[in-house]
Each structure stands twice: as structure tokens, then as C-alpha cells.
């Protein structure tokens, strides 16, 4: 074959070879044009194997050649990988694109439990009027939770305050205590008059559960202990209480009752939280409903505690969960222990 007709042949590789890159769609078919156009099976280097079997002066001239369409076609191939390559990763980018303006995942917001927003409203509206509020032990002894209240070990009202009892390491055995009045002697033992505390807690009764009932429930003790302290203080500080919590119409009613702890003793009743006194199904028609016990604290616990004979003062005990109740109109007790999402989403 002639020198010329080759060189011919050679730009006609050229020229299909740089069709085909610049046609290749994609990386893979760039490659495989690659190979076709460059590979050892490839026309181009046919030409090129068969150099050493040509003149001087041919090998001279094609030679040339074949270098300059390997050039031409090695040039086409990386600027055509180049243009690829960019526009892959441009399109992956595109594909993968975060949407800023989507709407962001709002981290769920807890809010707390009733019982919890109750008594912090209850604990404020004490502390506003000067009380301290204090803790005592939950295992109580038979000495602070009975005896030290006028509550000796034959007495009846013990039946209605039974609890659950622990394997102590005395003879004495502990137990779950029934109310968080033993603070009022612990506390007496400790500080001299004036005291004035609450005193928040868990409690324990030998009760049935049901709607109104629990056998473990919220209690918070009240004391206040100084000199000529009346049944109008307790009374007036009790209304100034209902009316912090329940609002400025809030009235409260005394009853005669009886606690071993308190003489005298009162059950104490606000004003019905559906019909405001007028009388309707849920307060039984009688306008009020019972809140609390009180009184004026019992001698005999003043000579337990070591206070002298003329000093006065009066206690009361309310129930967390009877007040959460009445305010939020909740029918039975026990819902508020029974983590049920939809209940207490309904107090947000
Ligand atoms: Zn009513």
C-alpha cells in the first residue's frame, strides 16, 4: 500500500474515532470507544505494528501520522471525560439535592403530668403566704405516723389508716406511712415555734381502688404552729389557699368532723367547680364539695413533740389528686396514673 493511501486511512480513523468520543454519552461508552479506537485490536494500531515492515521513507511519513492521530484522539478523549465526569457529578448533585424548603421535624414537646402542675400550684400558693415546704421519710415509724399524733396502739381510728408494713431491723416494724403528718412532730422536735410548713408526699390507705380511690396517692400536709393562732386563722388561710388555686370567687365551708390529731376538727368544702353553689348532679345538689380535713392541732401532740402548754396552731392534709380532680373535671382517679397519652395530651 502506498504511503499516501495509508495516510488517507489514517485520517479516516481519525476522524471516526473522534466521532464516536464526541457521540459517547457517558463514562462506560467513552471507555469502550476507548478501546476500540486505541486498544491493540484497534485499526490504529494495525497501522502502527505494520510500520516496521515499510521503507525508511515511509515508516518517516506514517509514522508521523500515526503519532499525531493518537495524539488527536488521546486529546479527544480527555477533554470529552473531563465534560462527562463534570456532568455525572452535576447530575448527581441535581438527583441528590437536599430541599431546604421542606418543613423541619419539630422535636416533640413533654409536658407535665397534672398531678405535677397541681401540687406546684398548690406548693406557690403556700409559699406565697410564708410557708416552707419540707420532706419527710416515706417509711415511717409507728411512733411518728400513729403515737406522736394521738393516735395510740389500741386506738380504732387505726383501722382506717392501715397500711402496708415493712420487716424492720428493730422490733418495731416501719411502715408505708398513711399520711405526711408525721412531719409535724419531726418537725417540732427540730426547730422551736413559729413553724410553718407543707409538706408534699406520697401516702399509703387500705383502700379498694375505684373511681374516687386509690391505696397510693399525693398528700400535702400543712402546719402552722405560734402563739394565738385561732380556727379564723385556719379558715382565712385556707380560703386565701382555694382562692390562689381555684380563683378569686373561691369560697371555702367548715364542718364539724373528727381527726385523733386535730380538736377541734373540720372537713373543709369549696364552693362545686361545675355549677359554682347553685347545686347540680356532680356536687349531689348541695352547691359545695369536700376538699380537705383540718383543725386545731391536738394537745396531746404538742406534749409529744416537747412544745409548751400555751403554744397554738392548726393543721390540714389534702389529697393532690382530689384536687386535680375537681379542677379539671376529671371523673375517675385512677386515669391519672394510667399513662394514657391522649388523657394527658388533653391538659396541654
Ligand atoms: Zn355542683
Not at 27 to 47: D, I, N, P, Q, W
Not at 106 to 119: I, R
Not at 211 to 228: N, P, T
Not at 277 to 302: D, K, Q, T, Y
Request: negative net charge.
Amino acid at each position: 500500500m502506498e504511503s499516501t493511501e495509508i495516510v488517507q486511512q489514517l485520517d479516516d480513523i481519525r476522524r471516526a474515532a473522534l466521532a464516536s468520543i464526541s457521540g459517547s454519552p457517558d463514562t462506560a461508552s467513552l471507555e469502550e470507544a476507548r478501546v476500540a479506537h486505541l486498544g491493540r485490536k484497534s485499526k490504529l494500531s494495525k497501522v502502527s505494528s505494520s510500520l516496521r515492515e515499510m521503507s525508511d521513507a515511509d515508516r518517516r511519513v506514517v509514522g508521523k501520522t500515526v503519532n499525531e492521530v493518537r495524539a488527536a484522539i488521546e486529546d479527544a478523549i480527555s477533554s470529552r471525560l473531563a465534560d462527562l465526569t463534570s456532568a455525572e457529578r452535576a447530575g448527581r448533585l441535581e438527583r441528590e439535592r437536599v430541599d431546604v424548603t421542606l418543613p423541619g421535624r419539630k422535636p416533640e414537646l413533654g409536658l407535665p403530668n397534672p398531678l405535677t402542675s397541681v401540687l406546684d400550684d398548690v406548693l406557690d400558693a403556700f409559699v406565697g403566704l410564708g410557708y416552707r415546704v419540707v420532706e419527710g421519710p416515706e417509711v415511717e415509724t409507728d411512733y411518728y405516723n400513729f403515737q406522736a399524733l394521738n393516735i395510740p396502739e389500741d386506738h380504732p381510728a387505726r383501722s382506717m389508716w392501715d397500711t402496708v408494713y415493712v420487716q424492720g431491723e428493730t422490733d418495731e416494724l416501719p411502715l408505708f406511712r398513711t399520711h405526711t403528718s408525721p412531719m409535724q412532730v419531726r418537725m417540732m422536735e427540730k426547730e422551736p415555734p413559729p413553724v410553718y410548713v407543707v409538706v408534699p408526699g406520697r401516702v399509703a390507705r387500705r383502700e379498694t381502688p375505684d373511681a374516687k380511690h386509690l391505696a397510693s396517692f399525693m398528700q400535702i400536709e400543712g402546719l402552722a404552729v405560734d402563739y394565738g393562732i385561732s380556727m379564723a386563722d385556719l379558715a382565712g388561710t385556707l380560703e386565701a389557699f382555694a382562692r390562689e388555686v381555684f380563683g378569686a370567687s373561691q369560697k371555702v365551708r367548715l364542718r364539724p368532723s373528727y381527726f385523733p390529731f386535730t380538736e377541734p376538727s373540720a372537713e373543709v368544702d369549696v364552693l362545686c367547680f361545675n355549677c359554682g353553689g347553685s347545686g347540680c348532679r356532680s356536687c349531689g345538689r348541695e352547691g359545695w364539695i369536700e376538699l380537705l380535713g383540718a383543725g386545731m392541732v391536738h394537745p396531746n401532740v404538742f406534749k409529744a413533740a416537747g412544745y409548751p402548754p400555751d403554744i397554738t396552731g392548726f393543721a390540714f392534709g389534702v389529697g393532690i389528686e382530689r384536687i386535680a380532680m375537681a379542677r379539671y373535671g376529671v371523673e375517675d382517679i385512677r386515669w391519672f396514673y394510667e399513662n394514657d397519652l391522649e388523657f394527658l395530651e388533653s391538659f396541654r
